[in-house]
C-alpha cells in the first residue's frame, strides 16, 4: 500500500496538476488531455482501484481506498484522472443490481467508457430531505411511467443513464418507504437536459437542470426493491461522504504547502511572512485542523470497515471536514495576499469549490442536527465510548 501510495502522488502531483491549467478551460483539447490522463493511469496500474474485483476493479479494501483518494484529492481532476469518479455508483448498482443491470453498466462504468448520472435534488422541496420527493412514477403494464423535475444532476450531458429517485408509494406508506431508484438510459424520450445551471465560477457547469414528461422504462430498470430508494440513496452517499472528506484532506494539505512556501519565500516589512506572529498562527491552526480532521476522517472509514454504524462519526466529519477546508485555503490566500485572488495560484479556484463543501451531500447543518439528536438519544455513542 505504501508503494501505491507514492505512485499515486507521482502521477497525481506529477503529471495531474501540472495540466490542470489546460483543464479548466473544459473544451475539446481539456478533453484530449483527460484522456491522455486517464491511458496514462491505465499504464501505470492505478485505474479504477477502488472498484470491486469481480467487475474489473483494483478491489481495494475500503479503507486502503480512503487513504488513496486523499493524494486523489490533491486535484479536483483527481477522481477523473484515474477513474474513482464512478466508484460510488458502481458500487450501488453492483449491491442492489440485477445480474442483466450490472453487465448492461457496471463493465462499462468501470473501464472508463460509461458514465452515470444520479437524480435525486429537486428545486421545488428541501434537497436535505430527499423523503419529500416530488418526481413521481407509476406502473403502468410492464412500464414505469416518469413525470418529475430534478436538478443539480452532475455530469448528465455525458452519462450513458440516470438513476432517478421518485415516489412511487402513496401516504398510506411510511414516508421512509415511498421512494423507489429506476434506471433511465438519457436517450429515452421525454428525458430532457433543460439547461447547465451556472455555479460559483462555472458557466457552463457540469450540474444540470432536468425534466422527465411522460418517461417510460421497462418495470426491470427498477435499481433494488420498489419503496427501498431512500435506503440505496444512503448506502450510495455514507462512503460518498467519507471519499468527499479524504479530497477536502488533500486539498487542504496542497492549500497547507502553497501557504508554507509563501510565507518562507516572500519578504515584506523586514522579514519574511515565515517570521510574523500571525503567519505562526495560521500555520500552525491549519496543520492542528487538518490532523484532526484526518484523524477523524479514518476513523469513520474504520468503523465502515467493520461493519459497525458510522453515523455519527459520518455525520462530524462532513461538517467539520468542509468548515476545515474552508479555513485553510482562506488563511493560504491571506498569506498570498492579492497574488493569492488570481487563477495564478489553484487557490483562487479551491476556495470556490470549497464552499460547495458546506452543501453537497446534505448541508452542515442537518449534520449537526442529526448527529446531535442521535447523541442526544445516547450519549454513550460518543466516538470516544
Known amino acids: 500500500m505504501a508503494d501505491l501510495r507514492v505512485?499515486?502522488?507521482?502521477?497525481?502531483?506529477?503529471?495531474?496538476i501540472p495540466r490542470e491549467s489546460e483543464l479548466v478551460a473544459e473544451d475539446?483539447?481539456?478533453?484530449?488531455?483527460?484522456?491522455?490522463l486517464r491511458s496514462r493511469a491505465k499504464e501505470l496500474g492505478l485505474w479504477a482501484l477502488g472498484h470491486p474485483a469481480e467487475v474489473g476493479g483494483g478491489g481495494l479494501?475500503?479503507?486502503?481506498?480512503?487513504?488513496?483518494?486523499?493524494?486523489?484529492?490533491?486535484?479536483?481532476?483527481?477522481?477523473?484522472?484515474?477513474?474513482?469518479?464512478?466508484?460510488?455508483?458502481?458500487?450501488?448498482?453492483?449491491?442492489?443490481?440485477?445480474?442483466?443491470?450490472?453487465?448492461?453498466?457496471?463493465?462499462?462504468?468501470?473501464?472508463?467508457d460509461v458514465l452515470p448520472s444520479v437524480g435525486l435534488t429537486e428545486p421545488e422541496v428541501a434537497g436535505s430531505d430527499p423523503t419529500l420527493i416530488a418526481t413521481h412514477a407509476?406502473?403502468?403494464?410492464?412500464?414505469?411511467?416518469?413525470?418529475?423535475?430534478?436538478?443539480?444532476?452532475t455530469g448528465v450531458n455525458v452519462a450513458a443513464y440516470c438513476t432517478v429517485f421518485a415516489r412511487t408509494e402513496d401516504e398510506s406508506v411510511p414516508r421512509h418507504s415511498r421512494i423507489s431508484s429506476i434506471i433511465v438510459p438519457t436517450d429515452t424520450p421525454g428525458f430532457e437536459i433543460v439547461r447547465s445551471i451556472p455555479t460559483m465560477g462555472h458557466d457552463p457547469s457540469?450540474?444540470?437542470?432536468?425534466?422527465?414528461?411522460?418517461?417510460?422504462?421497462?418495470?426491470?430498470?427498477?435499481?433494488?426493491?420498489?419503496g427501498k430508494g431512500f435506503v440505496i440513496a444512503q448506502d450510495r452517499l455514507g462512503p460518498g461522504r467519507i471519499f468527499h472528506c479524504m479530497r477536502w484532506l488533500g486539498q487542504a494539505q496542497r492549500a497547507y504547502e502553497l501557504m508554507c512556501e509563501r510565507a518562507n519565500s516572500r519578504y515584506v516589512?523586514?522579514?519574511?511572512?515565515?517570521?510574523?506572529?500571525?503567519?505562526?498562527r495560521y500555520i500552525s491552526e491549519s496543520a492542528a485542523e487538518i490532523q484532526a480532521a484526518r484523524l477523524m476522517t479514518l476513523d469513520a472509514a474504520r468503523v465502515m470497515d467493520t461493519g459497525d454504524d458510522a453515523r455519527i462519526q459520518i455525520g462530524l466529519i462532513k461538517f467539520w471536514g468542509a468548515r476545515m477546508l474552508h479555513n485553510v485555503v482562506d488563511r493560504a490566500i491571506q498569506v498570498h495576499g492579492a497574488l493569492g485572488l488570481t487563477a495564478d495560484t489553484p487557490l483562487e479556484r479551491m476556495y470556490r469549490?470549497?464552499?460547495?463543501?458546506?452543501?453537497?451531500?446534505?448541508?452542515?447543518?442537518?449534520?449537526?442536527?442529526s448527529t446531535a439528536r442521535r447523541l442526544l438519544r445516547d450519549p454513550d455513542a460518543a466516538p470516544w465510548r
Do not use: C
Open 353 to 369: 469549490q470549497a464552499r460547495y463543501a458546506r452543501i453537497y451531500d446534505g448541508p452542515d447543518e442537518v449534520h449537526r442536527m
Open 28 to 36: 475539446a483539447a481539456a478533453g484530449q488531455i483527460l484522456d491522455e
Open 7 to 16: 505512485r499515486m502522488r507521482a502521477f497525481i502531483d506529477g503529471e495531474v
Open 138 to 153: 407509476e406502473l403502468d403494464g410492464d412500464t414505469w411511467v416518469i413525470n418529475g423535475h430534478k436538478w443539480f444532476t
Open 269 to 280: 516589512h523586514g522579514s519574511l511572512l515565515a517570521d510574523k506572529g500571525e503567519v505562526h
Open 206 to 226: 457540469d450540474h444540470f437542470e432536468v425534466r422527465l414528461t411522460d418517461v417510460r422504462v421497462p418495470k426491470e430498470n427498477l435499481l433494488g426493491e420498489r
Open 61 to 112: 479494501p475500503f479503507m486502503d481506498f480512503v487513504y488513496l483518494n486523499e493524494i486523489i484529492g490533491r486535484s479536483e481532476f483527481g477522481q477523473l484522472a484515474v477513474g474513482s469518479v464512478t466508484m460510488q455508483d458502481t458500487i450501488m448498482l453492483h449491491k442492489h443490481g440485477t445480474d442483466e443491470q450490472r453487465q448492461r453498466w457496471v463493465t462499462g462504468m468501470v473501464a472508463g
